[in-house]
């Protein structure tokens, strides 16, 4: 083979194996960027996130069709931080309203490793009396505890199930010098803004 034809399949080959092992962008890397502000903290949503009043939030749920079981978890949760009677701010996706996360206002947690499990515990058995009671099957993906220079952080991650229909729920509680910040994330494609809770905890 003359050499010259060599030097092209031999480079032709190269761009190829190149293109096949190059990492692809899953997840939130995947999604263009809005940041949200929430009490002095900044955190990154996916683009076509806004913010929204539990008003219309309720009104937008509603109508959503053959979705009901989905609504009354959804409608749940918002009554669930609105009972915690402290600041909160709900941002929707505009293109589909299933895809929300709460952020509000939370008691500042001395966390070490006992307590955090603690607080995992406490938080997972919630789930379980919320699962029964709305007829939906929770399973957990994990449930971890992590810290920053300036943070504490208890994540617990679920996939929530209904006949074929399935949800995944990311809970946050955020821990610092200057207050605590939970998040309650919901959606349907499986991203639970860890690195964006990250850099608030680092901030």
């Given at each position: 083979?003359?050499?010259?034809?060599?030097?092209?399949?031999?480079?032709?080959v190269l761009?190829?194996?190149?293109?096949?092992?190059?990492?692809?962008?899953?997840?939130?890397?995947?999604?263009?960027?809005n940041?949200?502000?929430?009490?002095?903290?900044?955190?990154?949503?996916?683009?076509?996130y806004?913010k929204?009043?539990?008003?219309?939030?309720?009104?937008?749920?509603?109508?959503?069709?053959?979705?009901?079981?989905?609504?009354?978890?959804?409608?749940?949760?918002?009554?669930?931080?609105?009972?915690?009677?402290?600041?909160?701010?709900?941002?929707?996706?505009?293109?589909?309203?299933?895809?929300?996360?709460?952020?509000?206002?939370?008691?500042?947690?001395?966390?070490?490793?006992?307590?955090?499990?603690?607080?995992?515990?406490?938080?997972s058995?919630?789930i379980?009396?919320?699962?029964?009671?709305?007829?939906v099957?929770?399973?957990?993906?994990?449930?971890?505890?992590?810290?920053?220079?300036t943070?504490?952080?208890?994540?617990?991650?679920?996939?929530?199930?209904?006949?074929?229909?399935?949800?995944?729920?990311?809970?946050?509680?955020?821990?610092?010098?200057?207050?605590?910040?939970?998040?309650?994330?919901?959606?349907?494609?499986?991203?639970?803004?860890?690195?964006?809770?990250?850099?608030?905890?680092?901030?």
């Open positions: 083979m003359p050499m010259k034809k060599f030097l092209l399949l031999l480079t032709s761009l190829v194996s190149c293109q096949i092992f190059e990492p692809k962008k899953e997840g939130f890397a995947k999604f263009s960027k940041k949200i502000e929430f009490k002095n903290n900044t955190i990154v949503l996916t683009s076509d806004v929204a009043t539990p008003e219309d939030f309720k009104a937008k749920i509603n109508l959503l069709e053959g979705e009901l079981k989905f609504k009354n978890v959804a409608l749940a949760e918002l009554k669930k931080i609105e009972n915690k009677k402290v600041d909160f701010e709900l941002f929707v996706d505009a293109t589909n309203i299933q895809n929300y996360v709460f952020i509000y206002t939370c008691d500042f947690y001395q966390f070490d490793e006992h307590r955090a499990a603690r607080v995992v515990q406490a938080l058995d919630q379980k009396d919320e699962a029964n009671i709305q007829e099957n929770y399973k957990r993906i994990h449930g971890r505890y992590f810290f920053t220079p943070s504490k952080v208890v994540k617990l991650k679920y996939l929530k199930a209904y006949k074929k229909d399935r949800r995944f729920q990311t809970e946050y509680i955020v821990a610092s010098k200057s207050g605590g910040v939970g998040l309650l994330i919901s959606n349907l494609e499986d991203i639970d803004f860890e690195n964006s809770v990250k850099r608030i905890a680092s901030k």
